[in-house]
């Protein structure tokens, strides 16, 4: 059975730093493309992140470059996301997806990412 475990999510204050991880069962990160995505009330879902386990360089919305990270522990089987210099703007439910199109093309519609897990909460306040 699939299963996509989000933790890390909680309140901040403006400018400070969160890790979310996304731990897997069920299958290995190690195929295909993985990401993360948010939603935010009334808005729709954005693609934050994504990486490619066949060595691409990870890709970012651009709302996000240069303040997040994305990163897998294929050992361990669990995606992260390290979020630093956060903004209000930047709170939202976060979602983590798995098993994405090849080479994470077209990643941030999301339509294409087989398994999805359950959302951890991030709130930053000013």
């Known amino acids: 059975q699939v299963q996509l475990v989000e933790s890390g999510g909680g309140s901040v204050q403006t400018g400070g730093s969160l890790r979310l991880s996304c731990a897997a069962s069920g299958f290995t990160y190690s195929t295909r493309c993985a990401g993360w995505f948010r939603q935010a009330p009334g808005k729709e879902r954005e693609g934050v992140a994504a990486i490619w386990s066949g060595g691409d360089s990870p890709v970012y919305a651009d709302s996000v470059k240069g303040r997040f990270s994305i990163s897998q522990d294929n050992a361990k089987n669990i995606l992260y996301l390290k979020m630093s210099s956060l903004k209000p703007e930047d709170s939202a439910m976060y979602y983590c997806?798995?098993?994405?199109?090849?080479?994470?093309?077209?990643?941030?519609?999301?339509?294409?990412?087989?398994?999805w897990g359950q959302g951890t909460p991030v709130n930053v306040s000013s």
């Open positions: 997806a798995a098993v994405g199109p090849w080479r994470c093309s077209n990643w941030a519609r999301g339509t294409e990412f087989a398994y």
